[in-house]
Each structure stands twice: as structure tokens, then as C-alpha cells.
């Protein structure tokens, strides 16, 4: 009963005027093999929309109220892929992969109208590509070599000029660093540069990638009761290292644990659950100071939620929901599995905390998918601008409501968020699964979407 009462609240939460469409161009595409790829300029007052098929490139540039400004046409090669690419001086950056030694750099002219191109020579040699980023004024590209335990970040600063900022990490930190597929390690990182919710592919890693202007965070939970960040000055090509030790709440070495964190801004939000208890901090990340912590025992009722803990996926199908009524179902899942934690900004300036387990499904239903102890996890390349949808496949989780400010807990029932509101409002329209993006400018979100019943580009403002 309890159940049916919070989902007829949940349906009749979102139910609220039908979404306006902010922006739409007929395009006449068919097929499955369609993309999105929204990048923003530093500042976030202009975005350029990338749309793309199997031969051919559109983008559609837009100011700060998304109206649009310059559109261009690119002609693709189908084996080229998008990697992303970043907006300086009225000029938009564009970087594709069309061979293993080399990479495709557009600039297009906003006020001309022009587009030039050039390859360049990129040989990676004994390097595996780990990850890229869009970050506003610069286009990254991360690299790693098994061989000499070193992470390479190629800053992309124009179409053909870039530096390179490589650390050699000790090897207990590069062991903590890379998962194996077969007998060869590869460094096992996620970007965390998403707009709206991360999803649970993102926040289950250990180790995140965070861009922040000039200067990129690699936040590492791999021991227990401590958080390792490297600070990775991109201008000055400085690499800072310091730990932060959890120090309320030691685990002691014989008692199962799983922890984890997400960081926010300057505050990283980290959570670790033994078979009989849940702590959550708000850490500042450059001193180490806790600023707030959250603690519930195995027995109690948890007071800092704002949510049922409600559990999504059985042990062979996804999907299903049911809610927990007791504290120790949760701990339990969550030392069993990995521990999760994200932390987002809703419209209010309020921090909203999504706190759960998750673990891998069984073959014998769903999507297979696997947790960050595997050691087949995949590289999974989210489209620049990628919005995330419920990928929450077997989990149980609340959510927690913060003062930005105090981080003191905030009762009340919590409004839906982005990601929520975007698969309402969709969950009927024919969408490719890499042709959606979500992105913010002027302090709106916008989503993005290819629709193949009208083959249309449309933008609903939220």
C-alpha cells in the first residue's frame, strides 16, 4: 500500500503543463546510427549543437538564449569518431578519430560562415586512450602506458596546437588506478562532465575524472577510509597530490566495508557503509575538513532521507520496484555490492544527494552490465553533452536533500529532477539512444533530441 501511495504521488507530481518547444529544424533522417554532441563555451553563453549521421555532420550554433546563430554542414567519414571539441574566439573546435595514428581537427568560422580542416600526425604508440573532454576553452585527451605507469593529458588549446602534461604514478597508486582485461592493465577512470544527474556507469567508478576550468581532479577511492585526489594543473603543468583521511569514522581492517564519493564544486560528498552503519560527509576538498556527517545504525530509521529507499531490479529482471522499509536492507546491499553516491544542484541552489548500492545483473535478464570491481569494465564513451537516463538496473537507493551553504539536511518532499522530468516528457517519442544531450546556459537546461517519428532536431527548454 505504502508503495502504491508514493507512486501515485510521483505520477501526479510531474504532471504539469506540456513543455514548450524552444527550438526545431526538419532534417529528413532515417536510421539507427545517429548521434548529438552539444559543447559549451567556458563562460556557457554559446553552445553548438553537433548532429550526426553515418555521412554527414550538422551543426547549429546558438547564443546564450539557444536562438540560433550560424548552422554548418560537414561531410563524414563513417569511421570517424566524434570525440568532442570546445568554442574560443568565435570559432567553434571540432575533433574526430579516423585513424589509429591520427586525428581530424574542424574549425568553423561563426561570423564567416567558413569551415577549414586539417589531420594531424598522432601517434600514440605504446599509449591507450582512456578518455576525452570537452572543457569549454580546451579539447583533452587522456592517455596511458602500462609500461612506464604514466597518464598523459594532451590539452588541445587551437586546430593544431596542444601541449602535454604527463605524471608517472608510484606503483601502488597506478595498481589502484588500472583494471585488467586479460593479463593487460588499463587505466580505469570515468569522466564526471555531465550536466543533470551522472549516471550510475559514472558514479560507481573509483576513480573520477573532474574538469574545472584550467585545472582537472582525479578523485580515487581505493582504501579504505580515505579519498586520494591529484590536482592536474593544466596551465602551468603542475600535478598535486594530497589525501584525505575520513578520520570519523575509521573501519577496522576485519570488517567488510564499501565506500565511495562524488565531488561537487569544491565539496566532495563520500559515503561508507559496514554491515552496521551509513556515514555520509561533506568534505572540503582542498583541507580535508569535514564541514558535515550523516550517520544511521543498522537499526535505525534513517533521518536525513527525503525518500523512501526504494530498490530497482531483481536478481534476474530490471525494472521492478518495491520499497525497503528497514535500514540494515539497505547496508547489507550496499557492502555487498558498491556503494554510490552523486550530488547535483537543483534549481533552488540546494544540493540533492542520490545514496545506494549497485551491483551487476545476471545474464539471464536485462542489459549486462558490470560493477567497477571487474575486470571487464568497459570504456563506455557517452556522447559530449550526453544525458543519462535510468541506468540504476539493480539498486537500492534515497535521496537527501542539502543546504548548499550549511550542508545541514533539508525536510521535505523533493521535486523531480532533470533527468526525471526528461524521460516523462519523452517516454513515448522514437529516440536513438546516442541522439539526446542535456546542456545549461543562461541558467536554464535545455535538452536536446533527435525525434525519428517527425526526423526532426528539437530542444524543449526546462
Known sequence: MRFLIFALFFHCSIMVPAQQRHFE??????????????????????????????????????????????????????????LGGFIKDSMVYLFTKPAKDELHSYVLEIATGKIRDHYIAFDLKKEKAVENISAGDRFLYFTSNKNTSEFSIYNFTGEQQWDTLRYTFPPDRWEDLVTYQGFSPVASVKKVDLEGEASINTAVKGNKLYPRNDTLFLVMNNHRDSTHVYSFDLENKKVNTWLIKHHEHVVPPTIAYSDNSFLLRNKLFYVIVTPDSLCIQVVDLYTGAINRSFVANREDEISFKNTPIMQEGGQYVSGTKRELGKTKQLLRKMVNADAVITATMNNSGQVELIVGSYAKLSAGGGDMVFASGSAMTPMVVVPTGGVTRSTWLKSARFKTLLNASTFEHIEGEMNNSINEKIEYWTADIKIPAEAENLFMTNGNYYYAYYSKGERKLIILKF
Open 25 to 82: 529544424v526538419p532534417m529528413g533522417w532515417r536510421g539507427k546510427k545517429m548521434e548529438l554532441h552539444t559543447i559549451s563555451n567556458k563562460n556557457k553563453t554559446q553552445s553548438c549543437t553537433f548532429a550526426v549521421n553515418s555521412d554527414s555532420i550538422r551543426a547549429f550554433v546558438f547564443n546564450r538564449r539557444v536562438r540560433l546563430i550560424r548552422q554548418f554542414g560537414l561531410v563524414r567519414n563513417s569511421s570517424e569518431k566524434i
